[in-house]
């Protein structure tokens, strides 16, 4: 169980759900209506869904052992590197995904023609690592690294999927349906984003510890915490102008957005003008982490919807 949480299994999962919902609920049903062309046969898309998984995990594992001076003081009772799996295991662990996940890109990459790709997987796995070894030091450099791997990881299945098949006569459905995900990549980058400086406040006291340099340590959590009221209420308004501009015809996928997600980011400013001990940050924290569910589960009201 501890190796399962040194590697985050649950938003492993949250990852792997959102790739599937993009493939089965997005894009294949349209196929036939829209003329729409797809590449990825379903051992193909398992082999990407894989990749992202094991460089996400890998993610997870040099983020753990670069952290455990922060969160031995931001959260001690779920240290895993030095207590439960020695630093030394889990390193080990963290190569073996990276060169599972980096093969896995490579295949997938040849397999459709596309061999360029394969860069994709070792920038991202490069990247990763340069975030929690170095760029998690400097200030909002590092929350936009992370909120881009995120986007990138719905953005991939567009990549792989839409981009391959590309050609003079399906060329605006396919930029089209890939505009879509790109989209969702966008709502994904800026939710993560605004959790990720509201995890900065939480984390305020390990951080300066382990001398981090976020928003919270370096300008203070008051001031931190109007910024992410100003992402919020921002966030807000963007989806509110999206919803007018492409779905105000669409009463469903309207008033789902009320519902789950504007609501929720109008829920969360407030409680951002509330907040004042670190478990209220971290119940914002969670709630984003649903919106950004239930955001990216929008494609199956979307489906319905269209069909």
Same mark, same amino acid.
Request: proline share 2%.
């Given at each position: 169980?501890?190796?399962?949480?040194?590697?985050?299994?649950?938003?492993?999962? $949250?990852?792997?759900?959102?790739?599937?919902?993009?493939?089965?609920?997005?894009? =294949?049903?349209?196929? =036939?209506?829209?003329?729409?062309?797809?590449?990825?046969?379903?051992?193909?898309?398992?082999?990407?869904?894989?990749?992202?998984?094991?460089?996400?995990?890998?993610?997870?594992?040099?983020?753990?052992?670069?952290?455990?001076?922060?969160?031995? $003081?931001?959260?001690?009772?779920?240290?895993?590197?030095?207590?439960?799996?020695? =630093?030394?295991?889990?390193?080990?662990?963290?190569?073996?995904?990276?060169?599972?996940?980096?093969?896995?890109?490579?295949?997938? *990459?040849? /397999?459709?023609?596309?061999?360029?790709?394969?860069?994709?997987?070792?920038?991202?796995?490069?990247?990763? +690592?340069?975030?929690?070894?170095?760029?998690?030091? +400097?200030?909002?450099?590092?929350?936009?690294?992370?909120?881009?791997?995120?986007?990138?990881?719905?953005?991939?299945?567009?990549?792989?999927?839409?981009?391959?098949?590309?050609?003079?006569?399906?060329?605006?459905? /396919?930029?089209?349906?890939?505009?879509?995900?790109?989209?969702?990549?966008?709502?994904?980058?800026?939710?993560?984003?605004?959790?990720?400086?509201?995890?900065?406040?939480?984390?305020?006291?390990?951080?300066?510890?382990?001398?981090?340099?976020?928003?919270?340590?370096?300008?203070?959590?008051?001031?931190?915490?109007?910024?992410?009221?100003?992402?919020?209420?921002?966030?807000?308004?963007?989806?509110?102008?999206?919803? $007018?501009? +492409?779905?105000?015809?669409?009463?469903?996928?309207?008033?789902?957005?009320?519902?789950?997600?504007?609501?929720?980011?109008?829920?969360?400013?407030?409680?951002?003008?509330?907040?004042? =001990?670190?478990?209220? +940050?971290?119940?914002? *924290?969670?709630?984003?982490?649903?919106?950004?569910?239930?955001?990216?589960?929008?494609?199956?009201?979307?489906?319905?919807?269209? *069909?």
């Amino acid at each position: 169980m501890a190796f399962l949480n040194l590697i985050r299994w649950k938003n492993l999962l $949250i990852i792997a759900l959102v790739q599937l919902l993009i493939k089965y609920t997005l894009l =294949e049903p349209f196929i =036939e209506i829209t003329g729409l062309s797809t590449t990825l046969k379903p051992i193909g898309f398992i082999t990407l869904v894989l990749a992202t998984l094991c460089i996400a995990a890998a993610g997870y594992i040099i983020n753990d052992i670069y952290d455990t001076t922060a969160d031995s $003081i931001n959260r001690p009772e779920k240290l895993i590197v030095g207590i439960s799996i020695s =630093e030394k295991v889990a390193t080990r662990w963290f190569i073996a995904l990276n060169v599972i996940g980096v093969g896995l890109g490579y295949l997938i *990459s040849s /397999q459709i023609g596309k061999s360029d790709f394969f860069a994709i997987f070792i920038i991202i796995s490069g990247m990763l +690592y340069l975030y929690s070894a170095y760029l998690k030091q +400097y200030l909002f450099i590092g929350n936009i690294v992370i909120s881009a791997f995120v986007a990138l990881s719905i953005l991939l299945v567009g990549i792989y999927d839409l981009l391959p098949g590309l050609n003079g006569a399906n060329r605006e459905m /396919q930029l089209t349906f890939f505009d879509i995900i790109l989209d969702y990549a966008f709502f994904a980058f800026l939710i993560n984003l605004l959790r990720e400086m509201v995890k900065d406040i939480e984390d305020t006291k390990g951080d300066k510890a382990a001398g981090y340099r976020t928003i919270a340590t370096q300008f203070g959590v008051t001031i931190s915490k109007y910024i992410c009221l100003g992402l919020s209420l921002l966030n807000t308004a963007l989806i509110i102008a999206y919803l $007018i501009e +492409y779905f105000y015809k669409n009463n469903a996928l309207v008033i789902y957005f009320l519902i789950l997600i504007i609501a929720p980011l109008l829920f969360i400013s407030v409680r951002l003008l509330q907040a004042k =001990e670190t478990i209220h +940050y971290s119940r914002i *924290s969670s709630l984003l982490k649903v919106i950004m569910l239930t955001g990216v589960c929008s494609m199956i009201v979307f489906n319905l919807t269209q *069909s």
